[in-house]
């Protein structure tokens, strides 16, 4: 007997229950807090990458320009700011950092992602790398070099990429990681390198630690984190100790490092010349300071390599003066003295 049509629809039905039933499987949840930047930027014209305004177009709308997201995962939105990175402050870091805590403590969370600038974007990923993750759930933050409305915008697909990244187990243990142009960076290491090319995030000496194909994460290696990460918690906290960071070049004195003690600085990041290296003058002046107990950071200047440690004042090691300020305003918000300072640069 032929089969009535709602029969066979009911046996066609059955027939891809299993299918339909998996592609309904709850996706990982992740959270995007928007803070701004690029990749909420808008341009009066879709050539315009350069004289954009940062900061103008809500999380929702960044949800929603991406249907492709909620094939990866179940996502919310959370709008912290919407601000140029260059406008980031320290008690909008706290703030995030301690909002992502309380996301992450959620059995339902996997991952976040957080949008943001890419001028400053190195020190909020470096400072929530140091402040968040403490349950090995991925971090990521992620920016963009054109604006939304540019032709050929990266804004988009990086974000995809990122919330991919965040809802994947592979991202798990890894510290927070940096997104944009299909690659995959540490926030311990990655840095801005170039003023407006989207390949702009490197980190010289340690490289990628993977990239997409397609929207897919593909690590080069097993999860680790980088030598000597620490881990500071900033719950309930309001503020940081004031850091300055001055800048070496030959003939330089101490009227910035003096002036920054005056204005309240409770610590100085040198951008040393070479190997953190400063003037004899200065030389003295830091002698002064490190025998008061007084924390200055001797970073370089030159983009990449390792500021060895020193006598007057503190070698840097790895990290760059703008990583350099938020790892000491982190170990100053401790109470750290200047021996625990030295161990946490040195270390
Ligand atoms: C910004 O950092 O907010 C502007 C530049 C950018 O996002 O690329």
Known sequence: MPFKRPVLALLLAAAFAAPAAHAQEAKPGVTIYATGGTIAGAAKSNTDTTTYTAGSIGVQSLIDAVPELKDVATVSG?????????????????RLAQSINRQLAEPGTHGVVVTHGTDTLEESA??????????????VIVGAMRPATAISADGPLNLLQAVSL???????GRGALIVLNDRIGSAFYTTKTNTTAVDTFRAAEQGYLGMFIGTEPRFYYSPALPTGKLRFDVAG????????IVYMHED?????????IRAGAKGIVLAGNGNGSVPT??????????????????????GSGFATKKEEGIGSGILNPQKSRILLMLALSQGADLARVRSYFNG
């Open 78 to 94: 959370e709008q912290i700011a919407n601000l140029p990175s260059n406008d980031i402050t320290q008690a909008l870091l706290l």
């Open 252 to 260: 330089q004195d101490n009227e910035q490092i003096d002036a920054a």
């Open 166 to 172: 965040a809802a994947s187990r592979q991202a798990e």
């Open 237 to 244: 906290m309001q503020s940081l100790p004031k850091v300055a």
């Open 126 to 139: 470096f400072f929530l790398d140091l402040t968040t993750s403490g349950s090995g759930k991925p971090v």
């Open 281 to 302: 003058v200065v030389k003295k002046r830091l002698e002064e300071l490190t025998k008061q107990g007084f924390p200055v950071v001797r970073s370089s200047r030159t």
